[in-house]
């Protein structure tokens, strides 16, 4: 294999893993704050229709994006009303909320069945671009992809480094201290509820304006679970969510390729394999209790409700 | 540093009628308070009697129905904690307000409101905790630490914020003798830098010993204010209760029968990363005598409870005998069945289901041991329904149980009440092993007197009783033999009679691991058993 | 404005009862909105979907059939949510029963015999359960997430059937359409009505309805299931083994879900095809829900969503509604059973004006 289609590899590793980095970082925020929002995947779709949408009305990806990040955010603001004011059993919710979502987008979406979609192009820089091999990998990337890599710096600068991820982490291990210290428990969860449904906003909109691009009803098909999935793998800790992310883009991108190569494995079940790679690797981790239950936010996915 | 004089301190706090009501309970009803500057106050009432319901609202964690609070004689709203700590009222917490993930520096930043920097922090922290005498490693992580070394992190961090009024919250509760009197130390320097401290207990020898004015709270409403140093014991119980206690009466100490349970060099690892290990315990609990567990909590008590009761089963069968039979293979109903009774430290959620009435609170512990009386059809196990409800109103007549309606849900009882329902659950079955965790944690006074003369008549009549606990006086007023749990160990049990309080307390300390040079923990197990 | 829960002392039995009315009745006001808003007569569009399916006789009978495998299936998932147990992957199970029980007409597509039926539907029930005990064995051994692992398999088995029915089971005279070959009668199961659409399969499901409620609020079984899911630790008090109730609780409703998968099978396509996976598995779970995890409860629970799924071909037909209006209303109801159940244990009260902080 050459040099050329070994970059173009990596660049399609680096489109299949960045929706599941998205996803998976926005949740894993929800999560450090005590909160379980199975609802990922349906916020995923709904950012992956609005997205579309939007670039379709506007004719710019980027508003597209933009709308996206909205639609995933606010989608989420229903979870969390309920789970945080209602205090209802949030893997109910977080169901409820991924059955919605696939519902509605599919009626949002309706229109836009089949239509030729607008694609986020890569960025293109004079030179840097151009520079053999590295250039296209480092610096001929969509803006989303670039995004993707800055969110896991960010949040793990703010959970470890800034009194405000301080107070979202002691808000996980203990909303009844922390709620008696005058930490705003159930303010900083809607917070983190909002931004899991933006970075799910915005993963969706990479699948239909980068990755695919086109509307296609369930496109989603079950990422949003396996970026659920990636947080318990990386056991709550942002670094190890871009290797899981990338792990399971390559084990994505392998299946495709093993598909074109002809290989006489039906294609059913090379694409059965990212879905019986995270059970695998669910198992493997859940083996190491210890280190699951030190990590494990201790608070997550109870509900919590102040006296006053 | 001022030495203050007591009472002759500037007014600090006066608290002016206040009310706080949760739906129909009025847990505060126009209470009044004033604390002067450089005294140490006690705020003291049974359990339930709305102490920390005031001071939760001192501390802007609650906020009052009605009522006012003055501050340094201005009227101040105190709308959340921070509000608290601006104005210098700290505050340590009776179930600490702590992060068992997080550093000890970590904890402390938490409540300090803005933004500080790490580095600077752990200095300040070491400094204050040098100058105090209360030792912290700044980087530990909170949730390795003993309670001991958790509540001088609550003290720390209070002092950080140089707080002129601090709340502390059943302090001793948690300590060993010898730790509550460094923390009385402590205590009585702060006084005498001027600062003040409301103290809230319901031990009223230290009230006795540090205070020199109190506050009585019963039922919400304040009923009456002393100088503790001027009273008996029993006179402010008395102010306390509001009615005399019967006293708890044991006649046949020391009228000891055959082993009826064993455990025989018993030891578990411990199940999760922040669980205590057991450490090759021993001991023969005989026929007709009370057998009291002391320890500070978190020293492996709920460990112990369940690896007798069989919720954690063991991997031979030696290790647990009961009533002769070997038992450390077979699981809770098993152990039932062979006349062993459990009660648990938790009412709600472990010994109880909260949302499940009571007649199917009785089924939970009863199914099988009374099989035949509450299910039908062999297999298919049909619940007879009318069974278990008559049983369970037996048991509320008993033991004298007050409750609203036919069969309310647990979760509607107060905690003595529910309390003195699970111990008549057990009680009724006239087990010839009982073995209770923390008996009356949480009980008010007239419910813990009838339960404790409840345990004391079971052994009486011929049972063995096992009561672990945190409360040393009741260790002392219920047991004949008194054995002490510490770091997953057990020390040899002694006579009520040898013990006390400074020998418990060093126990409490001491360190059951075998060491590495061999030499026999303080507590000296009985390892040489067979 | 703020908004605060109290909780109550008892939990409430009258709005345990009440909170699935409730529920209909906010989804009905959302969906008045709605029709408004789509630019619909929201009185004849409600009309359409909620009245005018019932006053057709073969209307009715398309509800029953679309009814019977949601309610088998979340009779099952009932006693999988009591016991605390998260089996999300019932649409798999269904599908693996159809499959294992599509078995013996695949492969001995000339056997005619009475005992030919019966084993069918004990094979589906057998292949359901058996696709279940993989999620059960793996959380009660391991500890893994159940959740997770029971949905992953949905899509692995949409793949593993898609390729069955396309490539080693697919009929050679088929025209090149995916799907076995037709089974012969003795495979069939039997129509309910001389000349209708529901099959057998409604009998199961009300067997299996009256059956399990007998279960969970007679029988000590039933005691477990409940206590284990309220409260883990009080069940470990009272002798009961959660990693054997996750084995129970996953076999039963993998057996339901594998049965109402071969009873579709078998007694509506007539065939194994590519068309079997419509979302059973997932509107069950609302279907549980608002029958409050009650077998009874359920079969009428299974109902109205069934007839949203009939009202819904209705309103497409005479309105051009689009039909995935069906699944926004469903997911909706959930959502609204959901918050409406908050009420059974606490109150909920508003506060205006104040100055204390809390969240929106």
């Known amino acids: 294999m050459d040099l050329v289609v070994i970059v173009s590899v990596i660049i399609s590793v680096c489109a299949a893993s960045t929706p599941l980095l998205l996803a998976a970082t926005g949740e894993l925020v929800v999560e450090r704050s005590g909160v379980l929002n199975l609802g990922v995947e349906g916020m995923m779709i709904i950012g992956a229709v609005t997205g579309f949408a939007m670039a379709q009305v506007t004719g710019n990806p980027y508003l597209g994006a933009l709308a996206a990040i909205a639609a995933g955010a606010f989608f989420s603001l229903l979870f969390a009303f309920l789970t945080l004011s209602l205090a209802t059993n949030q893997v109910a919710t977080g169901l409820a909320l991924t059955i919605l979502g696939l519902g509605l987008s599919g009626m949002i979406g309706e229109g836009f069945v089949g239509q030729p979609g607008i694609k986020m192009e890569a960025v293109n820089i004079p030179f840097l671009t151009d520079i053999p091999v590295v250039g296209k990998l480092l610096f001929g990337q969509d803006v989303i992809f670039y995004s993707s890599l800055i969110l896991v710096a960010a949040v793990s600068w703010f959970l470890f480094r800034t009194r405000a991820g301080l107070m979202l982490r002691s808000v996980g291990d203990n909303p009844q201290s922390a709620h008696a210290l005058g930490i705003p428990v159930i303010r900083t969860r809607y917070l983190a509820v909002l931004f899991g449904g933006a970075c799910s906003g915005l993963a969706g909109a990479h699948l239909s304006l980068v990755y695919v691009p086109q509307w296609v009803e369930g496109m989603t098909a079950g990422r949003g679970w396996i970026a659920l999935a990636l947080v318990v793998f990386a056991s709550w800790r942002p670094a190890r969510v871009l290797v899981g992310a990338y792990l399971f883009g390559a084990v994505t991108i392998a299946q495709f390729h093993a598909q074109a190569l002809g290989i006489p494995i039906p294609a059913q079940f090379l694409t059965s394999l990212p879905y019986l790679a995270t059970i695998f690797v669910l198992v493997l981790i859940a083996r190491n209790r210890r280190m699951t239950l030190i990590n494990t936010p201790a608070s997550l996915s109870q509900p919590f409700v102040p006296d006053r | 540093m001022t030495n203050s004089t007591k009472n002759t301190g500037s007014e600090l706090l006066t608290v002016t009628g206040i009310t706080k009501i949760f739906g129909t309970l009025k847990a505060n009803d126009n209470v009044d308070l004033d604390v002067n500057t450089g005294e140490i106050h006690a705020l003291l009432g049974e359990n339930g009697a709305g102490k920390s319901t005031l001071v939760k609202m001192l501390f802007g964690s609650l906020q009052p129905t009605s009522g006012s609070i003055q501050w340094r004689g201005s009227t101040v709203t105190i709308g959340s904690p921070s509000a608290a700590r601006i104005l210098g009222i700290g505050m340590v917490f009776q179930h600490f307000s702590l992060f068992d993930a997080l550093t000890v520096s970590e904890n402390i930043a938490l409540s300090l409101g803005e933004s500080v920097d790490m580095n600077d922090l752990a200095q300040k922290t070491r400094s204050v905790s040098q100058e105090y005498g209360l030792p912290l490693d700044p980087g530990a992580l909170v949730g390795d630490l003993s309670v001991g070394e958790r509540q001088r992190i609550e003290i720390v961090r209070c002092l950080l914020q140089d707080p002129a009024l601090i709340i502390l919250d059943e302090p001793t509760s948690v300590l060993t003798p010898q730790e509550a009197d460094k923390l009385f130390e402590t205590l009585e320097r702060l006084r005498d830098e001027g600062r003040s401290i409301l103290y809230i207990s319901h031990r009223l020898e230290e009230v006795k010993r540090l205070c020199s004015r109190a506050t009585i709270l019963r039922h919400g409403k304040v009923v009456g204010a002393c100088d503790p140093r001027k009273e008996t014991a029993a006179s402010l119980a008395s102010k306390m209760v509001g009615a005399d206690i019967d006293i708890v009466h044991r006649d046949n100490a020391g009228n000891t029968g055959e082993v009826l349970l064993a455990l025989n060099s018993l030891s578990m690892p411990a199940a999760t990363p922040f669980a205590m290990a057991l450490k090759n315990i021993s001991l023969d609990l005989r026929a007709g005598e009370v057998v009291g567990i002391a320890g500070v909590a978190g020293n492996g008590q709920s460990e112990l409870f369940d690896a007798i009761s069989g919720e954690a089963t063991q991997n031979n069968p030696d290790d647990v005998v009961i009533n002769g039979q070997s038992a450390g293979l077979l699981d809770i109903s098993e152990r039932r069945n062979l006349g062993a009774a459990f009660i648990p430290e938790e009412r709600l959620g472990h010994g109880a289901v909260p949302d499940f009435t009571l007649s199917e609170n009785l089924l939970l512990a009863r199914h099988q041991s009374d099989k035949d009386r509450f299910l039908k059809l062999g297999k298919i196990a049909l619940i007879n329904r009318a069974a278990v409800k008559i049983l369970a109103r037996k048991i509320v007549e008993d033991m004298d149980v007050r409750k609203s309606g036919e069969d309310p849900d647990a979760s509607a009882l107060s905690g003595g009440n529910l309390q003195k329902f699970i111990v008549g659950r057990e009680l009724d079955r006239n087990p010839d092993v009982m073995v209770v965790n923390q008996p009356t944690w949480g009980v008010d006074a007239g419910a813990a007197a009838r339960i404790r003369q409840a345990l004391i008549d079971l052994a009486t009549s011929g049972s063995a009783v096992m009561v672990i606990s945190q409360d040393l006086d009741e260790i002392f007023e219920i047991s004949d033999r008194i054995a002490v749990i510490s770091d997953g160990g057990l020390s040899a049990p002694a006579p009520a009679k040898e013990m006390t309080r400074e020998n418990i307390g060093m126990l409490m300390g001491a360190t059951h691991q075998a060491t590495s040079d061999g030499s026999a923990s303080a507590a000296g197990n009985e390892e040489a058993r067979p | ?360």
């Open chain 3, 1 to 360: 404005m703020t908004l605060f829960l109290e909780k109550r002392a008892n939990y409430s039995r009258l709005f345990s009862a009440l909170s699935p009315f409730l529920a209909l009745g906010l989804t009905l006001v959302f969906g008045t909105i709605m029709f408004t808003v789509l630019g619909q007569n929201p009185a004849e569009a409600l009309y359409i979907y909620f009245v005018l399916p019932l006053t057709d006789a073969y209307l009715i009978e398309q509800i029953v059939l679309k009814a019977t495998p949601l309610i088998l299936i979340a009779i099952g998932l009932s006693v999988c949510f009591r016991s605390g147990n998260w089996n999300i992957g019932a649409e798999g199970q269904y599908l693996i029963g159809g499959m294992i029980g599509s078995l013996i007409p695949v492969y001995f597509n000339d056997f005619q015999s009475p005992i030919v039926l019966p084993l069918m539907m004990v094979m589906g029930m057998l292949g359901g359960a058996m696709y279940a005990a993989v999620p059960a064995i793996l959380k009660s051994r391991f500890g893994t997430n159940e959740i997770l692992t029971s949905l992953m398999l949905v899509y692995v088995a949409q793949q593993f059937v898609d390729w069955l029915v396309r490539t080693p089971w697919r009929d050679p005279q088929g025209m090149g359409f995916p799907g076995t070959k037709r089974f012969n009668e003795s495979a069939v199961l039997p129509d309910l009505l001389t000349n209708g659409e529901a099959h057998w399969g409604t009998v199961f499901a009300v067997v299996a309805a009256i059956g399990t409620w007998f279960m969970l609020s007679k029988t000590m079984k039933g005691f477990e299931v409940t206590v284990l899911g309220e409260c883990p630790r009080a069940g470990r008090f009272a002798g009961f083994d959660a990693k054997k109730m996750t084995i129970f609780a996953f076999l039963f409703s993998g057996a339901l879900a594998g049965l109402a998968g071969i009873a579709e099978v078998s007694g509506s396509v007539e065939k194994l095809d590519d068309n079997l996976s419509l979302g059973y598995g997932f509107t069950a779970i609302i279907v549980a829900f608002l029958g409050r995890l009650n077998p009874l409860g359920i079969l009428a629970a299974g109902l109205i969503l069934a007839l949203s799924y009939i009202g819904g071909e209705e309103a497409q037909i005479v309105l051009q509604i689009s039909n995935r209006a069906t699944n926004v209303f469903q997911g909706l109801l959930l959502f609204f059973v959901l918050a409406t159940d908050t009420l059974i244990h606490y109150r909920i009260r508003l506060e205006f004006g104040s100055s204390v902080k809390g969240a929106s």
